[in-house]
């Protein structure tokens, strides 16, 4: 499995075998963090350092920024619709892709600081 694939499907950067996450899927609404400690297939500890995570906010940025820009822009252009309606729209769609920007955005930062099993 190639970097990329690893990343999307939320596996271990490692070995790709692993799951990232306790429980499986990418629009979970509850446990949506809950990750174990360590790869079940490989061992490679997740927690690489106290505040390992935090710099997954820097990678789920720019998920948040893709989903919400349309709704600026067309706020901003529109001369027929109201701001609220987008305003609305915004609201909705981040409801529904914060699961999304916080999982792919925490594996987004561990497959770039672990290196891939050759």
């Not at 350092?49 to 822009?73: H, K, R």
Request: hydrophobic content about 45%.
């Amino acid at each position: 499995m190639n970097h990329i694939a690893s990343t999307l499907l939320l596996k271990c950067p490692k070995c790709s075998k692993g799951d990232l996450f306790s429980y499986k899927g990418m629009f979970r609404y509850t446990h949506m963090l809950d990750m174990p400690e360590n790869c079940p297939h490989c061992g490679q500890k997740y927690c690489i350092e106290p505040g390992f995570w935090l710099g997954a906010l820097w990678t789920s940025y720019p998920i948040v920024i893709l989903t919400e820009l349309p709704f600026l822009i067309g706020a901003l252009v529109s001369k027929t619709i109201s701001p609220f309606w987008f305003f609305g729209g915004m609201v909705l769609a981040f409801v529904f892709v914060y699961p999304v920007m916080l999982r792919l955005g925490r594996s987004i930062w561990i497959h770039i600081n672990i290196r891939k099993l050759q």
